[in-house]
C-alpha cells in the first residue's frame, strides 16, 4: 500500500484529498504545516509527497529543496500542487527536484493518475540494494528496516547505528566510533547518548536485538550466525 503526504495547508483541500486518496487505496498522513511534516519524514517515511507551494511556514519551494538536497530523502518522488500556474513557478519547483507539477483546480483522477504514474517509475528505476543479514532485510538506499518481512520504522540515526554494526560485523566499534560515524560534528553529543540509541534499537528488533552484544567499557558488536 503506497503511503502518501498530503502537505496542503488549505484543510478543505487537504480533506478531500485525504478523502480520495484512501478511496484509491493509498495509505495518507496529512500535514497542514511543513515543519510537521519535515519532522516526521525520517521516522516516517513516505513513498510520494503531494506538496503545496503557498504554505504559511516553510513555503513549498523551500521544502522540496531541503528534502531534495538530503541524501537520505533525495529519492521520495514530490509533485508540487499549486494555484500558482506561471511558467516560471514550475521551472523554479522542477529545478528544485520536483517531479511533477499540478495547478490548482485540479480533478482528483489527474491527481490519482499521477501518483500511480510516479510511483511505477521510481520502482522501475530504483535499483533494489538490499542486505539481508540473520532476520533482517535493510534497504540502505531507502532507509527501510523489515524484521522477518515485517516492516519497522526507526529513526535515521538507530538507521545508521545499525547499518554501522551489520557492516561491521563481529568488530567491536567504540562508542567515539560510534559517535564520529553517527552524529558527525554534532555538538553536545556524549557516551550516553550511544547507549540510549541501542537500547532503542535493540528494543525495535525484537528476538534480533540481543545481535548488539555489549563489549564492557568499550562499546558494541554485531554477532550474526
Given at each position: 500500500?503506497?503511503?502518501v503526504?498530503v502537505?496542503?495547508d488549505?484543510?478543505?483541500?487537504?480533506?478531500?484529498?485525504?478523502?480520495?486518496?484512501?478511496?484509491?487505496?493509498?495509505?495518507v498522513?496529512?500535514f497542514?504545516?511543513?515543519?510537521?511534516?519535515?519532522?516526521?519524514?525520517?521516522?516516517?517515511?513516505?513513498?510520494?509527497?503531494?506538496?503545496?507551494?503557498?504554505?504559511?511556514?516553510?513555503?513549498?519551494?523551500?521544502?522540496c529543496?531541503?528534502?531534495?538536497?538530503?541524501?537520505?530523502?533525495?529519492?521520495?518522488p514530490?509533485?508540487?500542487?499549486?494555484?500558482?500556474?506561471?511558467?516560471?513557478?514550475k521551472?523554479?519547483?522542477?529545478?528544485?527536484?520536483a517531479?511533477?507539477?499540478?495547478?490548482?483546480?485540479?480533478?482528483?483522477?489527474e491527481?490519482v493518475a499521477?501518483?500511480?504514474?510516479?510511483l511505477?517509475?521510481?520502482?522501475?528505476?530504483r535499483k533494489?540494494?538490499?542486505?539481508?543479514?540473520?532476520?533482517?532485510?535493510?534497504f540502505?538506499?531507502?532507509?527501510e528496516?523489515r524484521v522477518?518481512?515485517?516492516p519497522?520504522?526507526l529513526?535515521?540515526?538507530?538507521?545508521?547505528i545499525?547499518?554501522?554494526l551489520?557492516?561491521?560485523?563481529g568488530?567491536?566499534?567504540?562508542?567515539?566510533?560510534?559517535?564520529?560515524?553517527?552524529?558527525?560534528?554534532e555538538?553536545?553529543?556524549y557516551?550516553?547518548?550511544?547507549d540510549v540509541?541501542?537500547k532503542?534499537?535493540?528494543d525495535?528488533?525484537?528476538?534480533?536485538?540481543?545481535?548488539?552484544?555489549?563489549?564492557?567499557?568499550?562499546?558494541?558488536?554485531?554477532v550474526?550466525?
Open positions: 500500500m503506497p503511503f503526504y502537505v496542503e488549505d484543510e478543505d483541500i487537504n480533506d478531500l484529498l485525504v478523502y480520495n486518496l484512501q478511496k484509491e487505496g493509498f495509505k498522513q496529512p497542514l504545516s511543513s515543519v510537521e511534516a519535515l519532522k516526521s519524514i525520517y521516522s516516517n517515511r513516505p513513498d510520494i509527497i503531494l506538496l503545496d507551494i503557498m504554505l504559511p511556514d516553510i513555503d513549498g519551494l523551500e521544502f529543496k531541503m528534502v531534495k538536497s538530503n541524501p537520505e530523502t533525495e529519492d521520495i514530490i509533485i508540487m500542487i499549486t494555484a500558482k500556474s506561471t511558467e516560471i513557478d521551472i523554479v519547483g522542477l529545478e528544485l527536484g517531479d511533477d507539477y499540478i495547478t490548482k483546480p485540479f480533478s482528483i483522477r491527481v499521477r501518483i500511480k504514474a510516479i511505477r517509475r521510481t520502482r522501475r528505476n533494489e540494494n538490499s542486505i539481508k543479514v540473520d532476520g533482517l532485510e535493510i540502505p538506499d531507502r532507509f528496516l522477518d518481512g515485517n519497522v520504522n529513526t535515521s540515526k538507530e538507521f545508521r545499525l547499518m554501522l551489520v557492516n561491521n560485523t568488530k567491536v566499534l567504540s562508542r567515539e566510533k560510534i559517535l564520529e560515524n553517527v552524529w558527525d560534528s555538538l553536545d553529543v557516551d550516553r547518548t550511544v540509541h541501542i532503542k534499537l535493540r525495535k528488533l525484537g528476538p534480533y536485538g540481543k545481535k548488539i552484544q555489549t563489549v564492557r567499557g568499550i562499546g558494541y558488536k554485531w550474526s550466525d
